[in-house]
């Protein structure tokens, strides 16, 4: 249904001039090297970092599906949106190692502290999970919302989308994906702030949402014999999909690389930080609000996807929809210029410039180029492939970091913390935990014809949560056991790379930019986080 009137389609139009206006004069600045075009010139501020970071985290998908599964299953899944605290360690532990190593990407990074195995290894995982489950899920969830709320024809949105931020992210660089995914996060929380606001109005304010949804709708732990969201499962599964995706995935980690020192990231990574508290309280309490107005016969909704743009169609008046709807560009942009700048860099950097090592400065910010323009043919191509995926299939697609983020976890953090683990121990981690994660990917989608295999049907049928924590525990006995049945690494190959190999001065040099403000303001995240948690607990909202 086509919903938008003149006045939202001249605010929509605003917004595009807007983000062109940003990337126009990000464009004409000179972006001649490598670190100018895929790491910004190492120039970024703590405002940009932190901005940059929640926007590239936050997608149309993020969005539509969090109200979704709040709509219906109430507020479990803040779980993930809660661990923002992950934020806070990449800038607290990991930063000091990331930018004394003068990386551009994070298999670089596994090169100086293993072996070229492991980045090529990442490299490639890196790559195929980008391409076919971060681009095809964005373009896919883009062109519903295209669909839902603007009357765009499915693929006719999800084309021009495609090809506004490939423009751009193929011209501008880093530079212009990170100033354009500033303003966008700005929009997202104005656009979202106020369909939460307007809902709450409409239901009678905070405590008649309760009444009418029902505590159970705000309990952040579900029971131990939960299918799907079990408390345990969650409570240790999530900060290990979260250690990966918020402390090693290049997606993520390529902003604090851009900053221009290491308190402008760390400030950068606690900005961000106090941002992701945000969704749980402008993504999923709207889908708890849409849940309540259909309850009570004050909204017709259909499916629970649908909980978000129910909401703005109802609530909204004509001005504040081409708003909401710049908000959800604003995040399926953002993400995808995350996700096409991401490729670019890891492609460039790390097996082109394998290939060509004496390649000159301008061929390699040519390639990246080039490279993000196939990324962007490649996005177009899957969208006829999305039309024939069953919504099954979809779910599994998104489901695929429990299965590979394990064993990548283990590796970066024991790698930091443990300077005996080796470079034997890594590749054996990493390549046995990702056959295994596959393994169970397969088995899980063919799961209905394992039935007269009781063996492989167990293993197909264990929850995805406790899944990724033994999967986790299996990769750490891995590295550990390899590792100490094989030479340790020399210490002056790893030295800087290690807590136990960081030279006293370097280590001084880290220390002296911490200041009492940053961690007063970490403090206070994680105080915040807690009582969250408390909040909404049986024992809290009950």
Same mark, same amino acid.
């Given at each position: 249904?086509?919903?938008?009137?003149?006045?939202?389609?001249?605010?929509?139009?605003?917004?595009?001039?807007?983000?062109?206006?940003?990337?126009?004069?990000?464009?004409?600045?000179?972006?001649?090297?490598?670190?100018?075009?895929?790491?910004?010139?190492?120039?970024?501020?703590? $405002?940009?970092? &932190? #901005?940059?970071?929640?926007?590239?985290?936050? !997608?149309?998908?993020? *969005? +539509? =599906?969090?109200?979704?599964?709040?709509?219906?299953?109430?507020?479990?899944?803040?779980?993930?949106?809660?661990?923002?605290?992950?934020?806070?360690?990449?800038?607290?532990?990991?930063?000091?190692?990331?930018?004394?190593?003068?990386?551009?990407?994070?298999?670089?990074?596994?090169?100086?502290?293993?072996?070229?195995?492991?980045?090529?290894?990442?490299?490639?995982?890196?790559?195929?999970?980008?391409?076919?489950?971060?681009?095809?899920?964005?373009?896919?969830?883009?062109?519903?919302?295209?669909?839902?709320?603007?009357?765009?024809? $499915?693929?006719? &949105? #999800?084309?021009?989308?495609?090809?506004?931020? !490939?423009?751009?992210? *193929? +011209? =501008?660089?880093?530079?212009?994906?990170?100033?354009?995914?500033?303003?966008?996060?700005?929009?997202?929380?104005?656009?979202?702030?106020?369909?939460?606001?307007?809902?709450?109005?409409?239901?009678?304010?905070?405590?008649?949402?309760?009444?009418?949804?029902?505590?159970?709708?705000?309990?952040?732990?579900?029971?131990?014999?939960?299918?799907?969201?079990?408390?345990?499962?969650?409570?240790?599964?999530?900060?290990?999909?979260?250690?990966?995706?918020?402390?090693?995935?290049?997606?993520?980690?390529?902003?604090?690389?851009?900053?221009?020192?290491?308190?402008? #990231?760390?400030?950068?990574?606690?900005?961000?930080?106090?941002?992701?508290?945000?969704?749980?309280?402008?993504?999923?309490?709207?889908?708890?609000?849409?849940?309540?107005?259909?309850?009570?016969?004050?909204?017709?909704?259909?499916?629970?996807?649908?909980?978000?743009?129910?909401?703005?169609?109802?609530?909204?008046?004509?001005?504040?929809?081409?708003?909401?709807?710049?908000?959800?560009?604003?995040?399926?942009?953002?993400?995808?210029?995350?996700?096409?700048?991401?490729?670019?860099?890891?492609?460039?950097?790390?097996?082109?410039?394998?290939?060509?090592?004496?390649?000159?400065?301008?061929?390699?910010?040519?390639?990246?180029?080039?490279?993000?323009?196939?990324?962007?043919?490649?996005?177009?191509?899957?969208?006829?492939?999305?039309?024939?995926?069953?919504?099954?299939?979809?779910?599994?697609?998104?489901?695929?970091?429990?299965?590979?983020?394990?064993?990548?976890?283990?590796?970066?953090?024991?790698?930091?913390?443990?300077?005996?683990?080796?470079?034997?121990?890594?590749?054996?981690?990493?390549?046995?935990?990702?056959?295994?994660?596959?393994?169970?990917?397969?088995?899980?989608?063919?799961?209905?014809?394992?039935?007269?295999?009781?063996?492989?049907?167990?293993?197909?049928?264990?929850?995805?949560?406790?899944?990724?924590?033994?999967?986790?525990?299996?990769?750490?006995?891995?590295?550990?056991?390899?590792?100490?049945?094989?030479?340790?690494?020399?210490?002056?190959?790893?030295?800087?790379?290690?807590?136990?190999?960081?030279?006293?001065?370097?280590?001084?040099?880290?220390?002296?930019?911490?200041?009492?403000?940053?961690?007063?303001?970490?403090?206070?995240?994680?105080?915040?986080?807690?009582?969250?948690?408390?909040?909404?607990?049986?024992?809290?909202?009950?």
């Amino acid at each position: 249904m086509n919903i938008f009137t003149l006045f939202d389609w001249i605010v929509i139009g605003l917004y595009f001039s807007v983000i062109l206006g940003i990337a126009w004069w990000v464009i004409r600045q000179k972006q001649e090297s490598p670190e100018d075009y895929f790491l910004a010139g190492r120039h970024v501020g703590w $405002f940009v970092i &932190g #901005a940059s970071i929640f926007a590239a985290n936050i !997608g149309s998908e993020h *969005i +539509v =599906g969090l109200a979704g599964t709040a709509a219906k299953s109430g507020v479990v899944m803040g779980n993930y949106e809660l661990h923002s605290w992950l934020a806070l360690l990449l800038g607290w532990v990991f930063v000091p190692f990331y930018l004394r190593s003068h990386v551009f990407t994070m298999p670089e990074f596994l090169e100086k502290r293993y072996s070229p195995s492991t980045r090529w290894f990442l490299s490639l995982v890196s790559l195929v999970g980008y391409i076919f489950t971060k681009v095809s899920v964005t373009v896919y969830a883009g062109a519903v919302v295209f669909e839902t709320l603007m009357g765009v024809e $499915f693929w006719t &949105g #999800a084309l021009l989308v495609v090809i506004i931020t !490939g423009i751009y992210t *193929i +011209v =501008g660089g880093l530079r212009a994906v990170v100033y354009t995914e500033t303003l966008q996060a700005i929009v997202l929380i104005i656009g979202s702030v106020t369909v939460t606001i307007m809902g709450l109005v409409k239901i009678g304010g905070w405590d008649n949402l309760i009444a009418v949804a029902g505590s159970q709708h705000f309990n952040l732990f579900l029971p131990l014999n939960d299918p799907d969201f079990p408390w345990l499962g969650m409570v240790l599964a999530a900060p290990i999909v979260g250690l990966w995706y918020w402390c090693t995935d290049q997606y993520i980690v390529q902003r604090v690389l851009a900053a221009r020192n290491e308190q402008q #990231a760390r400030r950068g990574t606690i900005f961000a930080a106090y941002l992701k508290l945000l969704p749980f309280f402008i993504f999923i309490i709207p889908g708890v609000i849409a849940y309540a107005l259909a309850k009570s016969g004050q909204l017709q909704l259909g499916e629970a996807d649908q909980a978000f743009p129910a909401l703005v169609m109802a609530l909204l008046p004509a001005g504040f929809r081409g708003l909401v709807a710049g908000g959800l560009l604003a995040a399926l942009m953002s993400s995808l210029a995350a996700v096409f700048n991401s490729c670019s860099t890891l492609f460039t950097m790390d097996i082109y410039n394998k290939f060509r090592p004496q390649a000159p400065e301008k061929e390699l910010v040519r390639m990246g180029r080039i490279v993000t323009g196939v990324i962007v043919i490649l996005g177009i191509a899957w969208i006829p492939v999305m039309q024939i995926i069953s919504g099954e299939l979809y779910h599994y697609l998104q489901s695929v970091q429990a299965y590979i983020a394990p064993p990548i976890a283990a590796v970066f953090l024991l790698g930091i913390f443990w300077k005996r683990i080796n470079a034997a121990g890594a590749i054996t981690a990493l390549v046995s935990g990702f056959i295994i994660g596959m393994l169970r990917l397969g088995m899980e989608i063919f799961k209905g014809s394992l039935t007269g295999h009781p063996v492989l049907f167990a293993f197909a049928d264990v929850n995805f949560l406790y899944f990724a924590v033994y999967l986790f525990l299996v990769s750490i006995g891995l590295l550990v056991g390899v590792s100490y049945m094989t030479s340790p690494p020399a210490e002056e190959k790893i030295r800087g790379l290690t807590y136990a190999t960081t030279v006293s001065a370097d280590r001084q040099k880290s220390r002296s930019t911490w200041k009492g403000r940053d961690v007063l303001l970490s403090v206070v995240v994680l105080i915040i986080i807690v009582l969250i948690f408390i909040y909404f607990s049986p024992a809290g909202i009950g």
